[in-house]
């Protein structure tokens, strides 16, 4: 939201500086994100006169201006792209050595296809002060040559951009943002009474609400006889100064009243609205161009306001060309209604429209401001245009259910701690627009209409104090009572940050994706579930709750792709969602490899490349269930993973086969193409809440481990065994051995071929012995070793080679 100091001082009489104001909207919760001072900016551009306007010797779209700069030298010469540039024509001019902001460049002297150019004419957009960019500036022919242009427009005026939240529709207009300084004590606010305008005659165009839960209301008024042209210069001056572009005085009535009073209206040409007006929902195969120059195809979700002609109107959203008012425009209807917010919203998103009437439409406007909006407009439109005015015809409600709160004094102290006298009380309220009524203990609050956010006692409380400083409210320390304080963090918060730093200590860089994704994607991960489907999405292919993190990650893998980073290694560690209970949601840790980005490293180099490989998914999924805690003597490796995975190349991980803890592999071309992601993929994800918690027991205190002196020792022994036999099976019977001697135990060889049976194969395992006490004999080795060859015997079949 944009407001000029001088706008503001319309609505607020203060002689408070721009320092104060923006300290004060802060603290009353309207956070100023930013104050522009273009004056300072825009010192250097000025107005100018383009004397000749030749067309380039060396180019068709360019023209060769000598320019008059007003500073009684000789006229300068400017090599000018714009189709607009001619001759007697009043522009914006900008000298060599000017930063120009829409460009972020500083001017030079140049030379444009071997003509030199000392200058530019600029338009509205290299100044940024609106998004035109079509042409150059053209100003009214007695503005000042030689004269600065921020000061001739009006620009030194400080210009305010406020972060509304979005329970405060109210403020989306200068005239509630002034009521709310005006509480806190920054100047006396001004609030005119609207004086109804009477009609002359009937309305003949009458309005129908076929559903009143899209409209509540409906208020519609003709004004005959209108001329319409240019906006005053005060009305141009003030949509300029907040970036808004004046089209013709109808419009700029209505933009005014969007940001003045936080009223959105739109006219309509009488002349093109054939028969009366209809407010429904859209039939399904209709379409709209809109005042963007866009079609839009509709549907019978989305509320529109239509004649006998068809669809005039995106309700609350944006009017349609056909019924827009132009240069010719003598009759006009001049709407103002209320429009169900969800709806508004749903259909914005929809469509892809973001206008200034959907960004308070949405929030909610003050419904019992609809007749007066249009009384106010009225008289706007009558003082600039003329015209006259018909009788106002209603539809639906023109006025809101009151709204009381019975509300004890006591609770502002009980709160937020706070000792606040009653009349202070009533001050601040009074001067927020509500009425009490009562002195004891507990009055009666009546809530003004444009406060749909206030529903109960805290939320006066809320007003109150924010009025008064939330710096006032005192610090009270939690009482914790007797009994001791918790972990700071909680032993999920623990394993979700281990996580994530095991893997970005893997190479890996973290992703946060939407936690919504398409119901074919969910379907593909075994969700899409009917109650995780999201009532109101907020757009058609986020529709559904994610069961995985892999579609994100591989649409994120996938964009980076298409930009020439075919190489990336991405993780996220979030919540997924298998069911609508508390118990059904779980944190995963997921990741996926792309091209040259193995465990090796992220890339191609001239020392060798390495693909990404399903071995780095595993091992990027057992350094996650390290770090988080897991058991990793219990841990058992399934081949075969999840159906989105390759069934050759994949694996489950588990404690048994009741408590999956999480799968890795290569992505299915199946799932790649559902995915719309190109060449292979590797991945893995783990779930963290199912690694059990270790067991604390209480124990005596114990030394710190410490290396031990002695030589390790380690032994090879190669196994032949049936093909059928998992390697994993061989390293747990060696382990089990003697789990405090043998501290690794590793596979480094498989061999199939010459040599050994076609039922067979050899396994070749390393087993590590780590001695603490003394060193060992031959004769202890060789009994370990021995030990080790029964154990395999006996639990695998395995012979030794």
């Known amino acids: 939201?944009?407001?000029?100091?001088?706008?503001?001082?319309?609505?607020?009489?203060?002689?408070?500086?721009?320092?104060?104001?923006?300290?004060?909207?802060?603290?009353?919760?309207?956070?100023?994100?930013?104050?522009?001072?273009?004056?300072?900016?825009?010192?250097?551009?000025?107005?100018?006169?383009?004397?000749?306007?030749?067309?380039?010797?060396?180019?068709?779209?360019?023209?060769?201006?000598?320019?008059?700069?007003?500073?009684?030298?000789?006229?300068?010469?400017?090599?000018?792209?714009?189709?607009?540039?001619?001759?007697?024509?009043?522009?914006?001019?900008?000298?060599?050595?000017?930063?120009?902001?829409?460009?972020?460049?500083?001017?030079?002297?140049?030379?444009?296809?071997?003509?030199?150019?000392?200058?530019?004419?600029?338009?509205?957009?290299?100044?940024?002060?609106?998004?035109?960019?079509?042409?150059?500036?053209e100003l009214p022919a007695d503005a000042?040559?030689?004269?600065?242009?921020?000061?001739?427009?009006?620009?030194?005026?400080?210009?305010?951009?406020?972060?509304?939240?979005?329970?405060?529709?109210?403020?989306?207009g200068v005239h509630g943002i002034a009521r709310d300084l005006s509480a806190a004590d920054m100047g006396k606010f001004r609030d005119p009474a609207i004086r109804p305008i009477k009609g002359e005659f009937p309305c003949p165009v009458k309005v129908k609400i076929e559903d009143p839960t899209l409209c509540p209301g409906f208020a519609l008024r003709l004004v005959r006889g209108v001329r319409n042209g240019a906006s005053p210069e005060w009305l141009q001056r003030r949509l300029i100064s907040i970036g808004l572009r004046p089209i013709n005085a109808l419009v700029d009535v209505t933009n005014f009243m969007t940001y003045d009073r936080a009223r959105p209206l739109h006219v309509f040409d009488a002349a093109k609205v054939k028969g009366n007006l209809t407010v429904r929902a859209a039939r399904e195969g209709e379409t709209l161009l809109a005042l963007d120059g866009r079609t839009y195809a509709l549907d019978n979700q989305i509320c529109v306001i239509a004649d006998e002609h068809g669809v005039e109107s995106l309700a609350g959203i944006m009017g349609g060309e056909a019924s827009g008012c132009s240069e010719t425009t003598t009759d006009v209807l001049i709407e103002s209604a209320l429009w169900n917010e969800i709806n508004i919203a749903h259909t914005g998103r929809k469509l892809g429209i973001n206008s200034d009437a959907r960004y308070r439409f949405e929030r909610g406007v003050d419904p019992a401001?609809?007749?007066?909006?249009?009384?106010?407009?009225?008289?706007?439109?009558?003082?600039?245009?003329?015209?006259?005015?018909?009788?106002?015809?209603?539809?639906?409600?023109?006025?809101?259910?009151?709204?009381?709160i019975d509300f004890p004094v006591a609770e502002v102290k009980r709160l937020a701690g706070i000792d606040v006298p009653l009349a202070e009380i009533k001050r601040i309220l009074t001067h927020l627009g509500f009425m009490l009524a009562g002195s004891g203990a507990v009055v009666k609050v009546a809530v003004p209409s444009w406060r749909s956010d206030v529903h109960g006692k805290a939320d006066i409380v809320e007003e109150i104090v924010r009025i008064i400083g939330v710096d006032k409210v005192p610090e009270t320390p939690f009482d914790r009572g007797e009994t001791p304080r918790e972990p700071i963090l909680k032993a999920m918060q623990l394993r979700t940050r281990r996580a994530k730093r095991a893997l970005a200590a893997r190479g890996m860089v973290e992703a946060v994706t939407w936690s919504f994704i398409s119901k074919s994607h969910a379907e593909l991960f075994g969700g899409g579930k009917a109650e995780l489907a999201l009532a109101n999405p907020i757009a058609s292919d986020l529709s559904d709750m994610r069961p995985s993190l892999l579609p994100g990650l591989v649409a994120a893998a996938q964009a980076n792709s298409d930009r020439g980073f075919a190489d990336v290694a991405l993780f996220e560690v979030g919540q997924v969602f298998m069911g609508d209970r508390p118990e059904d949601q779980f944190t995963a840790a997921a990741g996926v490899r792309h091209g040259f980005a193995s465990s090796m490293g992220i890339g191609r180099h001239w020392s060798g490349s390495v693909m990404a490989n399903a071995l780095d998914a595993k091992a990027d999924a057992f350094a996650v269930l390290y770090a988080a805690g897991a058991p990793m003597q219990a841990l058992q490796v399934v081949p075969g993973g999840a159906t989105w995975l390759h069934p050759g190349r994949s694996g489950t991980i588990q404690i048994g086969p009741q408590n999956v803890l999480g799968y890795f592999g290569?992505?299915?071309?199946?799932?790649?193409?559902?995915?719309?992601?190109?060449?292979?993929?590797?991945?893995?994800?783990?779930?963290?809440?199912?690694?059990?918690?270790?067991?604390?027991?209480?124990?005596?205190?114990?030394?710190?481990?410490?290396l031990s002196p002695f030589q390790p020792v380690s032994r090879d022994f190669a196994f032949i065994v049936d093909r059928?036999?998992?390697?994993?099976?061989?390293?747990?019977?060696?382990?089990?051995?003697?789990?405090?001697?043998?501290?690794?135990?590793?596979?480094?060889?498989?061999?199939?071929?010459?040599?050994?049976?076609?039922?067979?194969?050899?396994?070749?395992?390393?087993?590590?012995?780590?001695?603490?006490?003394?060193?060992?004999?031959?004769?202890?080795?060789?009994?370990?070793?021995?030990?080790?060859?029964?154990?395999?015997?006996?639990?695998?079949?395995?012979v030794l080679r």
Not at 384 to 401: H, L, N, Q, R, Y
Not at 670 to 682: F, K, P, Q, S
Not at 684 to 703: H, N, S, W, Y
Request: one cysteine or more; hydrophobic letters at 40%.
């Open 144 to 172: 000042p040559i030689g004269a600065a242009y921020a000061q001739w427009a009006g620009l030194g005026d400080p210009v305010f951009e406020i972060n509304l939240t979005p329970n405060r529709p109210d403020c989306t």
């Open 666 to 706: 290569e992505l299915h071309p199946r799932a790649l193409e559902a995915l719309g992601a190109d060449g292979a993929l590797v991945a893995f994800e783990v779930i963290l809440d199912r690694i059990p918690e270790v067991k604390q027991r209480p124990t005596r205190a114990k030394p710190a481990l410490e």
């Open 369 to 404: 401001f609809m007749v007066p909006g249009l009384e106010m407009a009225t008289r706007l439109v009558m003082d600039i245009c003329g015209g006259t005015p018909s009788e106002i015809v209603v539809a639906g409600k023109s006025f809101p259910d009151d709204r009381v």
């Open 724 to 798: 059928s036999v998992k390697a994993g099976d061989i390293v747990r019977a060696a382990q089990n051995v003697d789990r405090k001697l043998i501290t690794a135990v590793t596979v480094f060889d498989v061999y199939e071929g010459k040599g050994i049976d076609e039922a067979k194969k050899s396994v070749a395992i390393a087993v590590t012995m780590q001695p603490r006490e003394k060193t060992m004999t031959d004769q202890e080795i060789d009994a370990v070793a021995a030990r080790v060859v029964t154990e395999v015997n006996k639990k695998t079949g395995g």
């Open 1 to 137: 939201m944009k407001f000029t100091l001088s706008w503001l001082k319309e609505h607020l009489d203060t002689d408070e500086p721009v320092e104060k104001l923006a300290d004060k909207l802060t603290m009353i919760g309207l956070e100023v994100e930013n104050i522009e001072d273009k004056a300072k900016r825009l010192a250097p551009f000025t107005i100018a006169r383009v004397i000749s306007a030749e067309q380039h010797p060396n180019a068709d779209r360019l023209r060769v201006c000598m320019v008059d700069t007003g500073n009684g030298g000789a006229p300068v010469q400017v090599v000018c792209g714009a189709p607009n540039a001619r001759a007697g024509l009043v522009s914006v001019f900008s000298a060599p050595g000017t930063y120009i902001p829409g460009k972020d460049i500083t001017l030079g002297v140049g030379t444009i296809r071997g003509v030199e150019s000392r200058g530019m004419l600029c338009s509205a957009a290299e100044l940024q002060i609106s998004e035109d960019h079509d042409g150059i500036m």
